[in-house]
């Protein structure tokens, strides 16, 4: 099994490793790497983007999955050079990983604070770049009427900079991340250490969709 450095910190934006498999899925061509910092896309969050490195080769990764527990980094072409044996750079873009985990964690923080309202249930979170929300289900009015209880509660904790705790079951490897003051959720996400790191976080848009309430935010 790859080792997910991704998981284990987010602020590590080269690394080496071996490629272990090249191969080939709907067409699209990847590969796998013994151990990975590319966060693959899932679970609300977009993916690293970035290059890998084998001497002077420099090839490109499009797009970044999880399938079956493995990251597939897929490529445009498997150039002929390629050498199983050698090692391989692993580059990230440091700016596109920070933007998705300030917007990540953003996220977390949000849905905390509105899981803190009891007629609000938070659902899910989406925090793409160019389009970030957190879903609840509840009571839309009542929501509206505390945005600006919301509002200052999130800028409360950014200026708090309250800190963002990552624990592992060993048993079950389930992973939890915590913002300091808030309960425990089970993520696989890429998180910053602290919330003073995201800046300002702002409301731009309630909406009901087909029952759900939709929060879309910004930083
Ligand atoms: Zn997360």
């Avoid at 061509?29 to 490195?53: A, R």
């Avoid at 904790?157 to 705790?165: E, S, W, Y």
Wanted: glycine fraction near 8%.
């Amino acid at each position: 099994m790859q080792n997910y450095k991704y998981l284990q910190d987010t602020y590590l934006f080269n690394y080496q490793s071996k490629i272990i498999q090249i191969g080939e899925y709907n067409e699209l061509k990847y590969l796998v790497l013994e151990d990975t910092i590319f966060y693959p896309q899932g679970g609300g969050q977009e993916s690293d983007k970035g290059y890998i490195w084998q001497g002077d080769m420099k090839i490109k990764v499009t797009d970044v999955r999880k399938h079956n527990d493995q990251v597939l980094h897929f490529i445009d072409e498997i150039p002929n050079e390629i050498d199983l044996l050698k090692e391989v750079t692993i580059e990230i873009d440091k700016e596109n990983r920070l933007l998705n985990a300030r917007l990540h964690t953003a996220g977390h923080l949000l849905a905390n604070i509105l899981e803190s309202i009891p007629t609000l249930t938070p659902t899910k979170g989406h925090q793409y770049q160019g389009g970030s929300y957190v879903e609840c289900l509840g009571d839309i009015t009542e929501l509206n009427s505390k945005l600006e209880e919301i509002q200052k509660a999130l800028d409360q904790n950014i200026n708090d900079d309250l800190t963002i705790l990552i624990q592992s079951d060993p048993e079950t490897n389930h992973r939890f991340v915590q913002i300091q003051n808030y309960n425990p959720v089970g993520c696989g996400g890429t998180h910053v250490k602290s919330l003073g790191e995201i800046g300002k976080i702002t409301i731009n848009k309630i909406k009901n969709k087909k029952g759900k309430i939709r929060v879309s935010y910004s930083i």
